[in-house]
Structure formats: structure tokens, C-alpha cells
């Protein structure tokens, strides 16, 4: 039985950032994967430092056919919902997830990361992230209510045994900018009937609107997934880091038709104050797909 990445499940690091990669014209997936293989793990020992890699499904398909879900594809087209809200693609090839006790070490990671790839691919985006009083965002609510226990999650979110693409997980990575005045504005009931959960103690209203985001990301009806967001930014401009896996893309993708309004007729009433302005689908292989040369049979 193949093992999943580790840093998918590792709670407690307070400082995050999210690395998004292009592959240079005239690299090849054999290329790239190849540098990832012999950059291996983190350089740096301190700081509780964990990483998570992933790669543009059909540019792993093509490394390894035999290794990667036949289903499962980049996020390549705009997504658009009702009254014409869109949720953009912005597939990459390459995502390294750093995480880290401080963020000196993220700092020296990224540095260390974009040195050793650069002969095959170039960094496009880079996201930092970070805690807000626990386990917040950064609209005051609690975040991944419904998340499985850790102990479930495995089941979750890795491809099981027997399957093509055995022991890795699809990664949905969107950033989704807030409006804070917009959404400050709002009465803390107002705000309560947006979320469909309470603010101060994250009850679920009973009953909650139907176009609440409680109800329009149900995982009872679209599958369960596991939510490892993130806060990102600074106060003129921050929003959710959404890092969303599962062991089937399709739930992840219903969630996001949910939320547009292409399932259910409305709009989740969250998106009323906020917006996605990346979107990108990373398959996230498992760990003895990503041995180093030297490890290989």
C-alpha cells in the first residue's frame, strides 16, 4: 500500500506558503519531475518544516500513465456561474506547499526551490499564509467545521489501493480575495444567515437559508473533503487560501458548480462578498512516486 504525502495531514505550523510553477519552453515533464525527485526533502531541519508537492494532472499523466487517475483533469476552462460569476483558471504545472513553525524558514525554502528548478521551470505565483485566532478566517468564522477527523481523513482524500494514481490525492487550490467593507457592513445576524452557521460558537442555523455557504458546500451531499485553508495577505488585501483534497475530483468540482450556481439555481451567498482569482487542480502523487534517483528500485 502506497502512503500519502505527510504535510497533507500535519496541523500546527503557523506559517504557510503556496509556490506555483510553469514549465520552461522546451522542458518536458520528465524534466521537471526529475529535479523534483532530486530536490527531495526540505534542506532545512528546524522549524517543524513540512512539504507538499503536486503537478498539473495531465503533465504528470504524461511522466508516469500508470500512476495517475485517468478522470482527473487541470483546472482549464473558467468556471462560470449565474449572472455571469466566474471563477478563473489559472492552472500551473508545479505547486510546492511549504509549511513551518517560523516564517525565516519558509523564507530560506523558497529561496532554496526557486535555485533548484530554475533550469526547468519559473516560479508565477507565490501566496503566504497564516493563522487568524485559531481556526478562523478572515470573516470571523470558524473554518473546515465539517472537516473528518484525522484519523478518517486518509480514507478521504487518498486514491485507494488497486487504483491508477494508488496513495496520491487531487489538491483544488483557489485564492478568493475578500471585501472586507462590503462584508463588515453587515449585521453579525446578516453575516450568520451568509455562513449558515452561528459566529461566535460556529452552531449551524436550523434552519439555514438554502444559499448559505453551509448549505451550498454540504459534504453529506457532495462528498467529503479535506479543508487545510489558510488566511493569506495583509488588511488592504487578504482573503481565504482554499486547499481543498479528496480521493475524487468530481466532488471538489460539484462543490464549485454548487457555489457558481449551476447547481441548485443560486448562488452560495458568500460569493455575494468575495471572489476567486486563481484556480488551479494539482494531482499530488504519493510518496514513493517521488523517491529520490538514488531510493528507485
Given at each position: ?14 506559517s504557510h506558503s503556496f509556490l506555483e510553477f510553469d514549465l520552461l519552453k522546451g522542458k518536458t515533464a520528465g524534466d521537471l519531475v526529475a529535479a523534483v525527485k ?206 481543498g483534497f479528496s480521493a475524487d475530483q468530481v466532488r471538489l468540482q460539484k462543490m464549485l458548480e454548487s457555489m457558481a450556481g449551476l447547481i441548485g ?33
Open positions: 500500500m502506497r502512503t500519502a504525502q505527510y504535510g497533507i495531514f500535519t496541523l500546527g505550523n503557523p532530486t530536490y527531495g526533502e526540505p534542506r532545512t531541519t528546524g522549524g517543524g518544516v513540512n512539504l507538499v508537492v503536486g503537478f498539473r494532472p495531465e503533465l504528470w499523466r504524461q511522466f508516469s500513465p500508470g500512476d495517475a487517475p485517468v478522470e482527473i483533469s487541470g483546472f482549464n476552462r473558467d468556471l462560470v456561474g449565474l449572472d455571469g460569476y466566474t471563477m478563473p483558471a489559472t492552472q500551473h504545472d508545479l505547486v510546492l506547499w511549504f509549511t513551518s513553525s517560523t516564517y525565516d524558514y519558509i523564507f530560506d525554502l523558497t529561496r532554496d526551490a526557486v535555485a533548484a528548478f530554475a533550469a526547468v521551470a519559473r516560479i508565477v505565483d507565490e501566496t503566504t499564509s497564516w493563522p487568524y485566532h485559531g481556526k478562523r478566517d478572515l470573516t470571523g468564522f470558524v473554518d473546515g467545521t465539517e472537516n473528518p477527523k484525522l484519523t478518517e481523513a486518509p480514507e478521504i482524500v487518498m486514491i485507494p489501493p488497486g487504483r491508477p494514481g494508488e496513495g496520491g490525492s487531487v489538491l483544488l487550490l483557489q485564492k478568493w480575495p475578500h471585501d472586507r467593507e462590503k462584508w463588515e457592513a453587515l449585521a453579525v445576524s446578516k453575516q450568520e444567515l451568509v455562513i449558515g452557521r452561528t459566529k461566535s460558537e460556529s452552531i449551524e442555523l436550523d434552519p439555514k437559508p438554502a444559499d448559505a455557504h453551509a448549505a451550498k458546500t454540504d459534504q453529506d451531499v457532495f462528498g467529503k473533503v479535506l479543508r487545510r485553508n489558510m488566511p493569506f495577505g495583509n488588511f488592504t488585501n487578504h482573503g481565504t487560501m482554499f486547499v439555481g443560486q448562488r452560495d451567498a458568500l460569493t455575494y462578498y468575495t471572489h476567486p482569482v486563481t484556480g488551479a487542480y494539482y494531482f499530488v502523487p504519493a510518496i514513493e512516486s517521488l523517491a529520490p534517483p538514488d531510493d528507485e528500485d
